[in-house]
């Protein structure tokens, strides 16, 4: 798994990624990305931070309506803004104490919450939480795929974190890796160009 991270970091250097300000953002971020693409979520972001909404007591207290509107660009606005409202009541409720609570404990929380699912919950645990739980997304799934593997949300976590440092800013670097490689190849279908497929052999 370190080749491919350092294939990866070779060929598309250092993203820094999550672009945040806050924690609260990031778990805002989260939300809003399922079923988009990113730079959807940036104009929400954009939209709900010039209406001075990117807090946890301001958007709480906002109404459904005013937030479908704001974050209308990333579709499924009706149920994302209601869960929005629901994410911002839980850090309202908890503040960014949350986060120092033990990672399975925090991530058995965030679940509990609706609209959250592990994608979501562990993102939030890694770049918010700054807590080390490899994240496993749509590009993940089709990389390791096509490199003959396949399993259960859990399984393919359990490839990573088994053979990786336990290590946060590892595991962020090497998920923003694996999506920006995901952007620039799978999602353009440039299969024929892929440098993975030797490397993932040894992996099966």
């Known amino acids: ?14 993203q820094n990624w999550w672009p945040a300000d806050t924690p609260f953002e990031v778990a805002i971020g989260a939300l809003l990305t399922q079923q988009t693409r990113w730079n959807n979520v940036e104009k929400a972001i954009l939209n709900l931070k010039d209406k001075s909404l990117m807090e946890p007591e301001k958007l709480a207290n906002t109404d459904n309506e005013t937030i479908e509107e704001l974050i209308r660009c990333t579709g499924f606005y ?14 309202l409720l908890h503040g960014d ?4 609570r033990p990672v399975k404990e925090l991530r058995e929380d965030l679940l509990e ?3 959250v699912g592990e994608e979501t919950a562990d993102s939030i645990i890694l770049y918010a939480a700054n807590k080390p739980k490899f994240v496993i997304d749509a590009y993940t ?33 090497y998920h923003a890796l694996i999506v ?20 993932g052999k040894t992996l099966i």
């Open 1 to 14: 798994m370190i080749r491919i991270y350092n294939t990866l970091l070779t060929i598309l250097g250092n």
């Open 78 to 91: 009706r149920q994302k803004a209601h869960r929005l409202i629901i994410m911002s009541e839980y850090f």
């Open 97 to 100: 104490a949350i986060f120092d």
């Open 113 to 115: 919450l609706k609209g």
């Open 141 to 173: 799934r089709k990389i390791l795929n096509c490199l003959g593997i396949s399993g259960s949300y859990s399984e393919l976590q359990q490839i990573f974190e088994a053979r990786l440092d336990e290590d946060v800013e590892l595991f962020k670097e």
């Open 180 to 199: 920006e490689y995901g952007k620039q190849y799978c999602l353009k279908h440039r299969c024929e160009e892929c440098v993975l497929i030797d490397i």
